[in-house]
């Protein structure tokens, strides 16, 4: 089963990039990355998903190391609203239906 | 177009009561999910359904049980509460297609168990 690592916590400053890696080295050829966010108390937010090759959507960038062992989650221009935990997550079986979402990346993006 | 409803919002039971907690998805999703988050840590999946009519176990069964009934609704069953039930339950519903799901989360119920 594929597992993650993420830091505990980060600190960014407003304005700058906010760069949160994941380290998913036992992921399989087939197993997706997916990014989520909770704010606060409130239910988790999809952010984004990959394979293999680099992805992009307005709220985030994935960057996904060529031997798929690690990636990062990009936000280009952190806002306050942008402190949260973030979860990196890679599915667990092959029905794609469990989810481990770990402890994740308690991130503070400050003034 | 509410996506996932989950009542009620709070809840407080005292040790031995029984409860379920309701979840309703207009997504025309497939799957649906009931995940568990004590203070401080990160989701943990109780029960799962893949599509009306299964369920599955997740990492966290015991103690509960769940009930499919309809594509929109998934219920969590608490037969007898226990303090180490208190936590915040989420529900979330996902489509059923392997690469892309992608899980949509309601706004969660809290339950204290005294």
């Known amino acids: 089963d594929a597992k993650t690592t993420q830091p505990p916590s980060m600190d960014c400053a407003e304005g700058r990039a906010a760069n949160l890696p994941c380290n998913h080295s036992?992921?399989?050829?087939?197993?997706?990355v997916y990014w989520y966010r909770q704010i606060h108390s409130q239910g988790p937010q999809y952010i984004i998903h990959?394979?293999?090759n680099n992805e992009t959507n307005e709220m985030a960038s994935l960057i996904i190391t060529e031997d798929r062992k690690s990636s990062t989650l990009i936000l280009p221009h952190a806002t306050l609203r942008d402190t949260a935990v973030y979860y990196c997550?890679?599915?667990?079986?092959?029905?794609?239906?469990?989810?481990?979402f770990g402890a994740g990346t308690r991130l503070f993006v400050k003034a | 177009n509410a996506g996932v409803t989950q009542t009620p919002k709070f809840q407080v039971l005292k040790t031995g009561q029984s409860m379920t907690l309701q979840c309703a998805q207009d997504?025309?999703?497939?799957?649906m999910y009931w995940y568990r988050q004590d203070p401080g840590m990160g989701l943990r999946l109780i029960y799962y359904?893949?599509?009306?009519?299964?369920?599955d176990k997740g990492e966290v069964p015991n103690g509960y049980n769940v009930s499919r009934l309809n594509k929109r609704e998934f219920s969590l069953r608490l037969e007898s509460a226990a303090p180490s039930q208190t936590s915040v339950y989420f529900c979330?519903?996902?489509?059923?297609?392997?690469?892309?799901?992608?899980?949509?989360f309601g706004a969660g119920t809290r339950l204290s168990v005294l």
């Open positions: 997550i890679v599915r667990v079986d092959p029905g794609g239906f469990k989810t481990i």
């Open positions: 036992t992921i399989s050829g087939n197993e997706y």
């Open positions: 990959g394979l293999k």
């Open positions: 997504m025309n999703h497939n799957s």
């Open positions: 359904s893949a599509s009306e009519g299964t369920t």
């Open positions: 979330a519903t996902g489509g059923a297609y392997l690469a892309k799901n992608i899980q949509y």
